[in-house]
């Protein structure tokens, strides 16, 4: 067994002097290996924890860089840090905060790679935001016999729980596809650059989850096993839900094409052909020279009335799912012009419309408001 240091015994010695917890336990955790797939709003605070507290071993992917917009959320990085790969600079700020540990980076997390780094883990922390690598990682960690705690944050609400945790009877706990047998529709569910999330909030939940990685890793309290906590930052309210027992683990058998079964290569060939072959845009500069002109056009905002208050080119504002009921409102005498921040919204609105309306005069805005912030003002308020 492992020994401490007389600087590792000072640094851990509110653990070591906690009745409950003590020597032995700092020690499992000196020995114990994490694995932090994600650094953003979820994965800062449990890698910082961790590392504080004493993991032996932190294994940390994520193939992003760090952006302004993360700094409202991603406490592990600075203004110094933006444009840098979030993995390794996640990387240096642990060594510094803890030079006993050690840190290993991962550029992401595949189908091809998962199984050979995963298995080099005691605990995997999901702290990801897409349903592709949740679903990547829970089947890999189903296939490896590893626990995976699970985290997902949106607008003021948090989810946590424990999957694939063996208990004292040698028995494992439900999974993430016990839950969600099914990803939902790729277009169905709005994620946090779309929906907005309070910055305290992954704080709250990543935390949690280094929380359970520790009484996993000690054998302290309960886990969150079979159950899903849920988590209101308004009402301050926490409820914890059962999660059905549909023996998913055992129609696992190998690890697939997780953009494929979450819809997302479909989506991707659909732009390549329908967007690219079917679907009219106009770049940021057309606009500016229609706008400069005073051509007569419809400029259409699908946004949500509050994305419009922070940032607007003084469009008509029909929020995406208001056009359904305000289709008589969008031109078919003139050249009509859909936007949004980067082009998607407006864009699956435009082919909706072309399909189930047969309009002819639409064109999508190229990159939304970010490209009108890069290439056009700079001093566009973007979010």
Known sequence: MSKLSSEEAKRYSRHLVLKEFGLDNQIKLKESKVLIVGAGGLGSPALLYLAAAG?????????????????????????????????????????????????????????????????????????????????????????????????????????????????????????????FPEPPSPDSVQNCEQAGVIGVLPGVIGTLQANEAIKLITGLGEPLRDNLLIFDSLSLEFDIIAIPNRNAAAKIKSLIDYEDFCGISAGKNKSLTDKTIS????????????????????????????????????????????????????SKDKQVILHCRSGKRSGDMLL????????????????????????????????
């Open 55 to 179: 993991v032996g071993t932190i294994g940390v992917a994520d193939h992003d860089s760090i952006d302004l917009s993360n700094l409202q959320r991603q406490v592990l990085f600075s203004v110094h840090d933006i444009g840098k790969n979030k993995a390794s600079v996640a990387t240096e700020k642990l060594m510094a905060l803890n030079p006993n540990i050690q840190v290993h980076s991962y550029p992401g997390i595949t189908s091809a790679n998962a199984l050979g780094i995963l298995k080099n883990y005691d605990v995997v922390i999901d702290a990801t935001d897409n349903f592709p690598t949740r679903y990547l990682l829970n089947d890999a960690c189903v296939l490896l016999q590893k626990p995976l705690i699970y985290g997902s944050i949106l607008k003021f609400e948090g989810q946590i729980s424990v999957f694939n945790s063996r208990d004292r009877s040698g028995s494992f706990s439900s999974n993430y596809r016990d839950l």
């Open 279 to 330: 679907m009219k845009e106009v770049t940021v500069q057309e606009l500016k020279k229609l706008m400069d002109s005073k051509a007569d056009f419809q400029l259409i905002d699908v946004r949500e009335p509050h994305e419009y208050d922070i940032c607007n080119l003084d469009g008509e504002l029909i929020p995406m799912s208001d056009i359904p009921s305000n289709v008589d409102k969008i």
């Open 352 to 383: 909706w419309l072309e399909k189930n309306h047969g309009f002819k005069n639409l064109y999508n805005l190229k990159g939304g408001i970010l490209a009108w912030a890069r290439d056009i003002d700079p001093e566009f308020p973007t979010y």
